[in-house]
Nanobody, 126 residues
Framework: HVQLVESGGGSVQAGGSARLTCVGS????????RGWFRQRPGKEREAVAS???????RYADSVKDRFTISKDNAGNTLYLQMNDVKPEDTATYYC????????????????????WGQGTQVTVSS
């Protein structure tokens, strides 16, 4: 039984930084792909970033060059470093695990992912 728990959310001023952490428990093969998604107020859940076991990373255009996804060697802990945050980054952020060895072009597809955390709220004030 896989559980994912996010932390690190809170209130941040625009231009500041935040670091989100997602700790996984249960069987998570280190070759699984991992991802971060977010749901902004009144919007659908959207992909933010993904990382494969071989280190391949992908980002949404809206966060490219500002956010960095990474994971520990065991693959159980996932991070999202958020720099130069903007009010439009305000959202609930979710981590997810995809039980494939390389999510590829489907990295942004919600139903591609098999396990989800409960989310952590990030609020950016101007």
């Amino acid at each position: 039984h896989v559980q994912l728990v996010e932390s690190g959310g809170g209130s941040v001023q625009a231009g500041g930084s935040a670091r989100l952490t997602c700790v996984g428990s249960g069987y998570i093969n280190r070759r699984y792909s991992r991802g971060w998604f977010r749901q902004r107020p009144g919007k659908e859940r959207e992909a933010v970033a993904s990382i494969d076991a071989d280190g391949t990373v992908r980002y949404a255009d809206s966060v490219k060059d500002r956010f960095t996804i990474s994971k520990d060697n065991a693959g159980n802990t996932l991070y999202l470093q958020m720099n130069d945050v903007k009010p439009e980054d305000t959202a609930t952020y979710y981590c997810a695990v995809d039980r494939t060895y390389g999510v590829g072009t489907n990295w942004g597809v919600l139903w591609e992912y098999d396990y989800w955390g409960q989310g952590t709220q990030v609020t950016v004030s101007s």
